[in-house]
């Protein structure tokens, strides 16, 4: 940004010469630039248009590089959750960057699976860097509605079973947060389906104990 000292330069207190007018501002369209040779004969009309390119600079760099703000590996973090909104995939902040770049390069693909256990898969594997294991009850129901549907063996067992386990990474970033998830993965079971879900840790795996040389035969 131009400071106050900045308007000082031009000729000097003698009149008799003058300063260099201040360099094309780097990396943008310089309107400068693009005077007529008549308006260059003098730093008068640089020194003028100068204030312009401070000002102009940071707007033309932004539309200079606008086909990075839509791509699902170059948007801004703080610009991703507005395309994902667009695609009408409601990710929670817990889920973070990295699975919201990897929501928006499946498209269509992980949208057609939704509802199913392909689906949740996927979207475990790819999104929120877990496992998924699911267990159906094998039950059956006919009915008008949904709503309508019982649970199946009664209250204490759903018609599914969702239980999610997130890598050690996973697990850290959604510390404290996990109803978050179990709100996400709800919302992908089939509509008609009354599921259990529950998040769980994955356990570290465990280090192999080095043999002694007793046991080496």
Same mark, same amino acid.
């Given at each position: 940004?131009?400071?106050?000292?900045?308007?000082?330069?031009? /000729?000097?207190?003698?009149?008799?010469?003058t300063?260099?007018?201040?360099? *094309?501002?780097?990396?943008?369209?310089?309107?400068?630039?693009?005077?007529?040779?008549?308006?260059r004969?003098?730093?008068?009309?640089? /020194?003028?248009v100068?204030?312009?390119?401070?000002?102009?600079?940071?707007?033309?760099?932004?539309?200079?590089?606008?086909?990075?703000?839509?791509?699902?590996?170059? #948007?801004?973090?703080?610009?991703? +959750? =507005?395309?994902?909104? =667009?695609?009408?995939?409601?990710?929670?902040?817990?889920?973070?960057?990295?699975?919201?770049?990897?929501? *928006? *390069?499946?498209?269509? /693909?992980?949208?057609?699976? /939704?509802?199913?256990?392909?689906?949740?898969? *996927?979207?475990?594997?790819?999104?929120?860097? #877990?496992?998924?294991?699911?267990?159906?009850?094998?039950?059956?129901?006919?009915? =008008?509605?949904?709503?309508?549907?019982?649970?199946?063996?009664? +209250? #204490?067992?759903?018609?599914?079973?969702?239980?999610?386990?997130?890598?050690?990474? #996973?697990?850290?970033?959604?510390?404290?947060?996990? @109803?978050?998830?179990?709100?996400?993965?709800?919302? =992908?079971?089939? %509509?008609?389906?009354?599921? @259990?879900?529950?998040?769980?840790?994955?356990?570290?795996?465990?280090?192999?104990?080095? %043999?002694?040389?007793?046991?080496?035969?």
């Amino acid at each position: 940004m131009r400071t106050p000292g900045d308007g000082s330069r031009g /000729r000097a207190a003698g009149g008799s010469g003058t300063n260099a007018p201040p360099p *094309l501002v780097p990396g943008s369209r310089s309107l400068r630039s693009m005077l007529p040779d008549s308006y260059r004969a003098g730093d008068f009309a640089d /020194r003028f248009v100068a204030g312009f390119d401070d000002t102009l600079a940071p707007l033309i760099e932004t539309l200079d590089s606008l086909e990075a703000y839509f791509g699902p590996r170059t #948007a801004p973090a703080d610009f991703l +959750a =507005w395309i994902l909104g =667009w695609t009408g995939t409601d990710l929670p902040s817990v889920v973070g960057t990295t699975g919201g770049r990897a929501a *928006l *390069l499946l498209g269509r /693909r992980l949208h057609g699976l /939704r509802g199913t256990r392909a689906g949740l898969e *996927l979207l475990a594997r790819e999104v929120l860097d #877990a496992t998924v294991e699911i267990t159906e009850s094998g039950g059956t129901f006919r009915g =008008w509605r949904p709503q309508e549907c019982p649970v199946a063996g009664g +209250a #204490a067992r759903p018609w599914a079973e969702v239980r999610l386990v997130l890598s050690p990474a #996973a697990a850290a970033r959604c510390a404290g947060r996990t @109803r978050d998830i179990e709100a996400l993965v709800r919302d =992908w079971l089939p %509509a008609h389906v009354t599921g @259990r879900v529950s998040v769980s840790l994955q356990a570290p795996a465990a280090s192999a104990t080095p %043999a002694s040389p007793g046991d080496v035969v």
